[in-house]
Structure formats: C-alpha cells, structure tokens
C-alpha cells in the first residue's frame, strides 16, 4: 500500500469512538492483511495505528469465531468476549482518547463493580499507569530474556550445534566460530546428540542420535504464550540458570466504589490567580545586554541558564534602546570603553528563564526614565533559575529579593547601612561585605551571614551601584545614581530558622507541616 492509501485510512479511522467500541466487520481482517506488509509505516498514523494495534490483538482462532457463518453479527452471540474489545490502545491516548478514560472507568465501575487494573488494561489495551491508583497488588510475572527470545525464533544452541553437524559430521573448529558454538557443544554433547570423534587426526563432530525434539525451544515458546506453568519446575529452573527467562514483578491495583462515588466528575471553576498568567521567560536582551554583560560571558552558556525551545526568540523591543545598548556594548560610550566586539541581535533575543530579577529592575528603571525621573524605591519577590548543581545550599530554581534605589547623592554607604538594618530587622545580625565583580554594578558587594547549623558563611545577596553605561542608555539623568540589590528568599530563611539544607525548605521535599506550623506573613498588615 502506499502513502496515500495509508493516509486515507488513517483519516477513516479517526471517524470511530473507540471509547465506546468498534464493531468489527470481515474487511477488517482483510485490510490488515495488507496493511501487515507496510507496518513499519504504521506508526506514522495515530487513528490507523490504533484500529492496526486493535485488530492484531485477535488471535487466529478469535477470528475464526468471529467469521463463522459469514459475518459478525451472526457470530455476536458466540463471540460476545471477544466482540466487546474496546479499541482504546495507548496510541488513543496521544490522540485526544486521555479525556474519555476517567468517565470509562468510572462507568465500568458503577456496572461490573471492583476491577484488578492490570486485567483491565490488557483488555481494553491502555498504559496500566493510566488506570487509577488504589490498592496496590505485586504479581510475579515470567518473561523471556533478549538471548530466550532468539532462542524461541531460531531454536536453542544445542538444537543449531546439531544441526549444524549433519549427517557427514563437520569440524569442530567449524562449530567454534558460530556464536553458539561453545555452549551450544556443551549442551549437545551433555544431552547425547553428538559425539567427539578424534580418529582421521582432526576433531570432528558426529551425530549420536538421528533426530532430536528441541525441548528448549518448546518451553521458551510456552513461556512466550503466558504458559509457563505447564513446564515442570527443573525445567524451569533449568533455563532461569541459563538466563534465557526472568522474573518480573508487575504492580496492578484493586478499584472499588469510594463513599463519594458519581460516574460524573464535577470540574470547578477556578480563579485566575497571578501564578497562573506570570511569566518566567525573558529575553537575553533585557536579562543580560540591557546589564551591560557582554555576550561571551560564561553566565550565559547553557551550563549556568536554562534556553527555552518554544518560543526560542523575542522579537519586540525598544529600537532607539537597543541601538545605544549595542553601541555601549561593541564601542563603548558614557565613559566605558565597552567590550570592543561584534554584538549580535540574534543572541539579544534568545529565550531564557531568567536567571536573576535584576532583569526587572532593568525594565523599570528604562520605564522610570522614559516617564520622567522622580527619586525611587521599588522591590519585587521572585522566582528566578539557574543551571546549578543542587546541594544543601543550592537549587535550581529558587527566590529572589530584588530592589532598586533611584536618587540623587546616593552613596554605598547608604547601600550597606540599608542591608545592615534590613538584616537586623529579619534576627540576623553577623554579616561581611566582600568587594565583588558585576558586569552592571561598581562597586559591587556580596553579602554573607554565617549559618549557625552548618557553621560557615552562607552567601545571602549581591549589591552596587548601578554602572553609568548601563543607566545612561537608558535616559535616566547623569546626577542619578541607582543602587540594586538581589537577595536569595531561601537562605536568609534557613539562617533565621536554623534549616541546614534548603530542598527542606522549598521543593517536594518539604515537610508540610513546617508550613502549618508557622505564620504567614501579611504584607497588608502594619
């Protein structure tokens, strides 16, 4: 069959609920006759993959049964197990078929009762973890290893040593090279199929028996079949020793009707909450050019950010803004030197989570120059992410306090004697400024408090004074100095409550009760 064949029965099938059954007809074996020698074409099509996945299932005397007396419907009565498959493979699922199963459940519930989940999956051809979970139920399941199930196609070593022989004998040097050889010649030779005979001056392997019934694949095959309990049990035991089957523990779960039971599950309406429509995306322009970084800066390979894929660019920013950010960045000006390279808007606007809230700053200070200056304060709590190696100390995503300071005569004093009192106000009073690097700031700061549980200093925040190539762009004034500040929310957190690994704190490790127990915070509230 070719591609539009298969198109046009993948768009027929996409017609059919197969939620609620499909109802078989013989074309529907004849199809799949010819559909079978362009199956590996088969999964490129949801809907047909699905009646293909639906049909196979059917053994050979299933569908006998069903095309006893020259159709279906005269079959219904005999066949009903088999007619009432439902077509609901795992590929129903990549097509939408995920919100009808609950409301299948639900009903095969309120009709049948209690249900063992992994019987209801192999009927209805689901992923078992789609299926609710409840009680938990172990069964111990044997299958095939990848050597048994070559083995089960192709026969057992010993068979294909004896076979090899042949009737003439060959060399066993011959036998030897075959993947099979060596133990394959164990076995024959232990099970009495062949024999050594060293008498013309060369090894040569002779047949002892005629024939032979290859036991091995028999059983391989039975264990295939799900009949593995009709092999005797050192037979069994057997071939587990010789690792062509294994033991897998399959979890299913019991249903059963709760005391809320409905076959209808009720969706509230819910709130928009400013969760729900933040975004964390930003450009690299705003979180990373509009502060002065140059763009070969390590803090913007992927080893330190995370890029998003979709949508991977940003298009829209301020034009006359971004030629002077280009300008400061490839010739310097406002009295840096710049970086004296080619900057490039294709890296400006690629996507990123941002990996600080000074990329907030940054756009409310371009916004409060282009309003007009007024001396101010802003602060903003945030989630930010960074491509860090998670430790006691450090997430990938965690919080930040970001704030900014806009006014005239600003000094660092007034910066460190800000932090000093904040800090104080929080119950943390052992603090050291250590002078720092920022691509945005100088002079820059890092503030450390030490951590009485894990008796060092525990970096808390980063500070300066915002650089004048980064502020003047943007038309903010030349008397004006800004001072900005980004605290982690987490670490000042485990100081102050004595938490020696942060993942205690924030993530799915914590302990909910530790949130119970306290208060909240109540910015409303004086």
């Given at each position: 069959?070719?591609?539009?064949?298969?198109?046009?029965?993948?768009?027929?099938?996409?017609?059919?609920?197969?939620?609620?059954?499909?109802?078989?007809?013989?074309?529907?074996?004849?199809?799949?006759?010819?559909?079978?020698?362009?199956?590996?074409?088969?999964?490129r099509y949801v809907h047909l993959k699905r009646w293909f996945n639906h049909i196979t299932s059917f053994s050979s005397g299933e569908r006998d049964c069903l095309l006893k007396g020259g159709g279906i419907a005269q079959t219904r009565s005999d066949c009903h197990r088999m007619v009432d498959k439902k077509m609901t493979g795992s590929s129903s699922c990549e097509a939408g078929g995920d919100m009808d199963l609950p409301q299948l459940l639900l009903n095969r519930l309120d009709t049948d009762g209690p249900f063992d989940t992994l019987q209801l999956a192999a009927q209805l051809g689901v992923d078992h973890q789609k299926l609710i979970l409840t009680e938990d139920r172990s069964l111990k399941r044997v299958e095939l290893s990848e050597e048994g199930k070559v083995m089960a196609e192709n026969g057992s070593h010993e068979a294909n040593v004896f076979r090899l022989v042949g009737e003439n004998g060959i060399e066993q040097a011959e036998v030897m090279k075959q993947p099979f050889g060596k133990i394959g010649l164990s076995k024959a030779l232990a099970a009495g199929w062949v024999t050594v005979d060293k008498s013309g001056g060369s090894v040569r392997l002779m047949r002892k028996v005629a024939s032979i019934e290859d036991v091995v694949q028999k059983q391989l095959k039975s264990v295939a079949e799900g009949k593995e309990c009709e092999i005797p049990p050192k037979a069994l035991q057997d071939i587990k020793k010789r690792k062509l089957i294994m033991e897998v523990n399959v979890k299913s779960y019991f249903v059963k009707k709760g005391p809320s039971f409905a076959t209808v599950i009720d969706k509230p309406e819910l709130d928009l909450t400013?969760?729900?429509?933040?975004?964390?995306?930003?450009?690299?322009?705003?979180?990373?050019?509009?502060?002065?970084?140059?763009?070969?800066?390590?803090?913007?390979?992927?080893?330190?950010?995370?890029?998003?894929?979709?949508?991977?660019?940003?298009?829209?920013?301020?034009?006359?803004?971004?030629?002077?950010?280009?300008?400061?960045?490839?010739?310097?000006?406002?009295?840096?030197?710049?970086?004296?390279?080619?900057?490039?808007?294709?890296?400006?606007?690629?996507?990123?989570?941002?990996?600080?809230?000074?990329a907030v700053s940054a756009r409310q200070l371009?916004?409060?120059?282009?309003?007009?200056?007024?001396?101010?304060?802003?602060?903003?709590?945030?989630?930010?992410?960074?491509?860090?190696?998670?430790?006691?100390?450090?997430?990938?995503?965690?919080?930040?306090?970001?704030?900014?300071?806009?006014?005239?005569?600003?000094?660092?004093?007034?910066?460190?004697?800000?932090?000093?009192?904040?800090?104080?106000?929080?119950?943390?009073?052992?603090?050291?400024?250590?002078?720092?690097?920022?691509?945005?700031?100088?002079?820059?700061m890092e503030i450390f408090a030490y951590h009485e549980g894990l008796k060092k200093w525990v970096e808390i925040g980063n500070s300066g004074m915002f650089r004048p190539e980064m502020l003047l762009p943007m038309g903010l004034p030349p008397d004006v100095n800004v001072a900005g500040y980004g605290l982690s929310l987490e670490r000042p957190t485990m100081i102050r409550y004595g938490i020696d690994n942060i993942r205690d704190l924030f993530g799915p490790k914590v302990n909910l009760e530790m949130i119970y127990q306290n208060p909240l915070c109540r910015l409303d509230k004086s």
């Open positions: 069959m070719d591609e539009s064949e298969l198109a046009d029965l993948n768009k027929h099938f996409a017609e059919f609920s197969y939620i609620d059954g499909y109802t078989l007809s013989p074309s529907d074996f004849t199809t799949h006759d010819k559909v079978i020698a362009c199956q590996s074409r088969v999964d400013p969760e729900m429509i933040t975004s964390y995306v930003e450009s690299s322009f705003w979180n990373f050019d509009a502060l002065f970084q140059p763009q070969q800066h390590p803090a913007r390979d992927a080893h330190d950010t995370f890029f998003v894929s979709d949508p991977a660019l940003s298009f829209q920013f301020p034009e006359d803004y971004l030629e002077r950010v280009k300008t400061v960045h490839a010739k310097g000006g406002y009295g840096s030197r710049g970086y004296n390279y080619d900057w490039k808007i294709e890296e400006a606007q690629k996507n990123v989570l941002r990996t600080h809230t000074t371009y916004k409060l120059a282009q309003e007009g200056f007024k001396p101010t304060k802003m602060f903003s709590i945030d989630r930010v992410f960074r491509n860090e190696t998670l430790d006691a100390t450090h997430l990938a995503e965690f919080h930040q306090v970001e704030g900014v300071i806009a006014e005239r005569d600003l000094s660092l004093a007034h910066v460190m004697g800000l932090f000093t009192e904040f800090f104080r106000k929080c119950g943390i009073t052992n603090l050291r400024f250590k002078p720092t690097y920022n691509p945005y700031t100088e002079p820059s």
